[in-house]
């Protein structure tokens, strides 16, 4: 009997599919958008934030909200029980990333007539990645499934890992998960970094991503700046820079000197926690190591910063 699937986590909606459910799926979040099909859906949460808002402004929001002992995300009852799902996919790991597991539950407690089963994803480092893979497949029926699909990823991620191995010097770099205020991003970056041949001087692989001041960054002095802000893609990173490039600490930065500045869609691949972080680290190792990677990722995961024309 085919499983009725909701999923309000885009990255769970993105390992549904890749384990072949996709057909199963009868509901998504309102940030679920790859594969491109799953437009179809309808969207069954709703965010609290005002997005179009400046990244401080944001910021201050998702602050206030979660000090209130809210969420960022709002549920929609009526219809996940008009969806009759019988498996709906959320997660623990970030309540300002997606729909927590505690709104699920007073949904599915209220309303939801079909008592579907709950799927908790926390992917807090590169392993979680592959056990959350292999818990939806065993909540699906199918956990072969979930098996042939980490070692495909795995695999895939060991061949980049065996081809920068000897790589000499293994420049570091900085990984911006929020301009403003300052944010580095931990959880599974770090990780990809060594994959793709570098060090992370301020991220810390297995914690949550961590505010920093400027100074730190100026203090590591990264040989390449990365920015990937959650939930933001190249151009809205870009419309976002002027909040980090107009600090006079900016220019004493070697990167900026050197042109090593790249914008990265963060929505996309960094901030999402599924089967895209094998190309999450190939858009790294092309950016750490120009010239000797190139897995057709630039121009559209990842771009140059230009500032003032002065560098592309």
Known sequence: ????????????????????????????????????????????????????????????????????????????????????????VTQTQCEVCAVSLRDVERAVCDLVRSQPAIVSLEPMALGDVWSDIRAVAAALGEPAR????????????????????????????????????????????????????????????????????????????????????CGFDIERAEREMPALTARPEWRRLSAVREGRVVITDGNQYFNRPGPRVVESAEILAECLHPGRFDFGHCGRGWRSWEASGSYG
Request: hydrophobic share 40%.
């Open 146 to 229: 979930g098996d042939e699909l980490v070692a495909r990823l795995t695999g895939r991620l060991e061949v980049l890992r065996d081809a920068t191995r000897t790589l000499r010097p293994r420049p570091s770099i900085a990984c911006v998960e929020w301009i403003d205020p300052l944010m580095m991003a931990g959880n599974w970056v770090p990780e990809l970094v060594e994959c793709a041949g570098g060090m992370d001087p301020l991220g810390e692989a297995g914690a949550h991503s961590g505010y920093r001041d400027i100074d730190e960054l100026v203090a590591a002095d990264p040989d390449v700046i990365a920015v990937m802000p």
């Open 1 to 88: 009997m085919p499983h009725r699937i909701v999923s309000l986590i885009a990255s769970a909606t993105e390992i549904v599919c890749a384990l072949g459910f996709e057909r199963e799926l009868v509901g998504r979040s309102h940030e679920c958008d790859h594969p491109p099909g799953v437009a179809r859906l309808p969207t069954c949460s709703s965010s609290k934030v005002k997005v179009e808002a400046s990244s401080r402004a944001i910021d201050d929001q998702v602050q206030a909200i979660v000090r209130d002992g809210l969420s960022v995300y709002s549920v929609d009852p009526v219809l996940l029980d008009r969806l009759a799902p019988t498996v709906i």
